[in-house]
């Protein structure tokens, strides 16, 4: 299986980032257009200071794309099993990439989140959602 655009993009940025800022998480690299979005995170959290710093390291990027850098804020993406083990108990919205079970998105509790597959308390029970059917994931704010 061949990776995505947004795939091989992040694992450069991962690769650059490892040993300049070896504290940053790529959470998700967003390919639109001409414009490549960056979320990230840190340990003691994102500042601007850690966005200017990303962005100098990312320099050879900005050639090819707008660069974007910036916090998950509220909403933050969730793209590694290990994200969805640390939000447990904290509500969250999966698409995914075909329906399942007759849907496309699904809003709920993340109940469990092992190293296959991710599993939500929904309004009319409970799904078991595989990481790769996952199209684009994310928590719910406010919740």
Known sequence: MTDS????VQAEIEAQLASAEPDVEVLLA???GG???LFIDHPDGVTLDLCERVTH????????YALEVSSPGSDRPLTKP?????????RARVRVREAH???KSFT?????????????????????????????????PGE
């Open 82 to 90: 290990a994200h969805f083990h640390r939000f447990l108990g904290r």
């Open 35 to 37: 414009t490549l979005r």
């Open 108 to 140: 709920g509790e993340l109940v469990g989140a092992s190293e296959e597959e991710v599993t939500l308390a929904v309004d009319d029970g409970v799904v078991a959602i595989p990481y790769s059917a996952i199209a684009r994931s994310n928590l719910v």
């Open 5 to 8: 655009p947004e795939q091989s």
């Open 57 to 64: 390291v990312l320099a050879p990027l900005r050639e090819r």
């Open 30 to 32: 967003d390919l639109s």
């Open 101 to 103: 079970d007759g849907h």
